[in-house]
């Protein structure tokens, strides 16, 4: 008989040591009080970065990293946090943090700042930084795409909550979404903006391909501006691609001929049915094909295109 009572396992992640205001600590020693407005008040920005393991090289690479850093320190300004440590520190302190772990597997790594001890809604500080990272592998829908719904949920606005910045409380909304997707037995969620055009989705931009031109709603559209959707615009037309920034209306959504998302957790996922319609045969599109392999042999260091993009760990 189940043991009601019993409690569950804990989840804990394969991870030994992380960075806290640039000093390098066990993973059991981490806490955050349970006054830190980071917590209360979710005064936190993070960010997600990747770095890929090449077998070959015997070498991990990360990904935009510099970019990423810089994001965060542009997230924590509109937020109105205390100054961070500068990005060149935080860079080296994230290289160091994955390599402390010795990770030799494609890897996540996730800054925060926050406003940490005790302190009300409105207070810049004190701030702490921190940077954790653990093995995270590529998802199955990478390669064989994902079903996704149109939520009910509306995107957040500019004058709200700004989606274009990295902060915790502005994912609240996309796990309304996602969870309200999977309980109709979608994967994830397509946001629409309080317009009615289409935003984002939970954690990832959308791009849609219509008589072989490359569609993604505009920074404009309540969206993150996403290192990855920049890399896609950018690997598209070096490819010869016509890539157009513009509104999205929800009924061309169903129109489409390939879809994707995309985002350094989705990385680029093709989407093969939305709502009710299959996107094109209900397999991944050819177009979405050559941009995954196209930023795959980028990320992982086997292309010459870009190498200011990675960061090498070893």
Known sequence: MKDENKTPPKRVPAIRTVTINGELVPYEDARVPITAPGLTFAVCVFEGIRAYWNEDQNQLFVFRLNEHLERLHFSAKMIQLDPLPPIDDLCKQAVETVKANE?????????????????????????????????????????????????????????????????????????????????????????????GKVSESTGACVFIVRDGILITPPVTAGILESITRDTMMIIARESGMTVVEREIDRTELYATDEAFLCGTGKEITPIIQIDQFVVGDGAPGSITKILQTAYDDLVCGRSKDHEDWITPVY
């Not at 079903?147 to 910045?165: E, F, M």
């Open 103 to 195: 990770y030799r597997a494609d890897t996540y790594i996730r800054p925060q700042a926050f406003v940490d001890e005790f302190g009300g809604m409105f207070a810049k500080g004190p701030v702490t930084t921190t940077i954790a990272a653990y093995p995270r592998s590529r998802m199955r829908d990478f390669h064989d795409g994902t079903k996704v719904c149109v939520s009910n949920w509306r995107r957040l606005s500019d004058n709200a909550s700004p989606p274009r910045v990295k902060a915790t409380a502005n994912y609240l909304s996309s796990r309304l979404a996602g969870l309200d997707a999977q309980s109709k037995g979608f994967e994830t969620a397509i946001i629409l903006s309080e317009s």
